[in-house]
């Protein structure tokens, strides 16, 4: 077998996600042609596949040691970079790549990616755009660049920009799951409404169809599961949506364990840490830290923070949560000393990461939310090395709650939870569980903005929030629906856009006959 075949016989060992395979013959080939740019990137995609991505970076760095105008390789080099939150040198290496070649179209879609997790959604749409365009001249499908554009317009609200992308996509494949979903989300069903009945139509024929994959399947079954909750029909709406956690499930395990063992050993770590007394060197700038359950309000409550004058908005951010994985926890879980020792240090490291990254940004306000939900496991970490911040935890009755996370089709692999009706109830209750961990322990640190309080009582429950946050009234967020200049990637988009209102509460009460498992778990 020649230099070519064998080659060949990777690629389609990597095409089809056997990246140990792959692994395994690039290091035979890599003996016997030492530095041959082609393999040592090939190795690192492999690694990268198995998010491997320091292991990779090295790989690719070889790659383009041995030719310096591998772009594939420093593409590859720049979306690893990316991952790790290397997000200066990812992006000099974008930009190196556009230099070289302008025309190399797939820069301008991982660049957008980065300008997306950056909040320069704008920037990244202009980036998506020239892809779209580029594609079309290359003669090469631009489906996916579209998407990736239709979304971008949706999470800044430009519905009709949003619509015209998916009118696009729907030219080139009727039947695109993506686009389905995405008009999905944006249409309110109703027997009244014909166009958005034939659309539900539309997605019924669609997944009857042969051909799907699962994750398509899951895509397009909670999409119609939305429809029929809009259309208040419970049973047809718990028919798709267990549909779509059960395809959902058939590719992707749960890891409900790994996340109560998770929350326990937080607890276990912190229960005889002095959580009154934190680390002295702080940036100035002050950060709102909005956490608590997935669809418990925390999108709502930044919209309505963020459309304060004085306060930028920049979203879930997973720059905490990585910075005290990669800085706190070993090959024997958390290092209990280690929190201690940087408790009372001279340097705050968490700190200085955290605003590190935030820098890039390049916010000129000086008080900022971040609503990453998983944040509630993480406030000893707050309370310690971000002692100017603030903490709102939302909560929301738990039986409408857990029905919002059910309903809702996730596809981050840290919420492979989220597709069961046991394991989204285990994790409610072990939540209430480190919650109240917290609140037992430092209770003034922590405004609980209880979701039902909102919906009945907005003004005054806005001004309460407001004051705690230390900052003076302003009628803007009484507006929040119309706030733009907060990028929404999460799936309360549809809600967050439209004004306060009652019908989420008690909704899970027409469904009490379906989820009974998931309802009489919750502690």
Known sequence: ????????????????????????????????????????????????????????????????????????????????????????????????????????????????????????????????????????????????????????????????????????????DPDNVSAHKILSSIYKYSKEDKKTMSHLTEMESIIRKNGLDENQKAAIAYAIGKAYDDLKDPKQAIKFISLGGQSYKKNNKSNINEEINMMREIINTFKDINLNKSNNFFSKKKIIFICGMPRSGTTLTEQIISSHKKVYGAGELTFLNNIIFNNFVDQNGLNKQKIIDYQNSMNNLVNDQYFEKLSLFNIEEQTITDKATINFKLIGFIKIFFPNSKIIYCKRNPQDNCLSIYKNYFQSMQMNWSHDEKDISNYYNNHNYIMNFWLSKIPDLIYIMKYEKIVSDRENEIKKILKFCDLEWDENCLSHHKNTKTSIKTASISQARQSVYSSSVNSHERYKPYLKEMFNNLI
């Open 1 to 172: 077998m020649n230099f070519v075949e064998k080659i060949k016989i990777l690629q389609n060992y990597y095409k089809s996600g056997n990246f140990e395979k792959v692994i395994q013959g690039c290091k035979t080939l890599n003996k016997k042609f030492p530095n041959n740019s082609f393999i040592l990137n090939l190795f690192g995609m492999a690694l990268q596949g198995l998010n491997k991505h320091q292991k990779a970076i090295d790989l690719f760095e070889s790659a383009i040691t041995a030719d310096s105008l591998n772009v594939a390789a420093m593409n590859n080099l720049a979306n690893s970079l990316k991952h790790i939150e290397q997000f200066v040198e990812s992006e000099k290496m974008y930009k190196k790549i556009l230099d070289i070649n302008p025309n190399y179209l797939y820069v301008y879609n991982n660049y957008a990616n980065l300008k997306n997790i950056l909040n320069d959604v704008e920037g990244a749409i202009e980036l998506y755009k020239k892809a779209v365009d580029l594609s079309k001249k290359s003669k090469i499908n631009p489906i996916g660049f579209l998407v990736h554009l239709a979304t971008a317009n949706h999470s800044l609200n430009k519905k009709k920009e949003t619509l015209d992308d998916i009118n696009e996509i729907l030219k080139f």
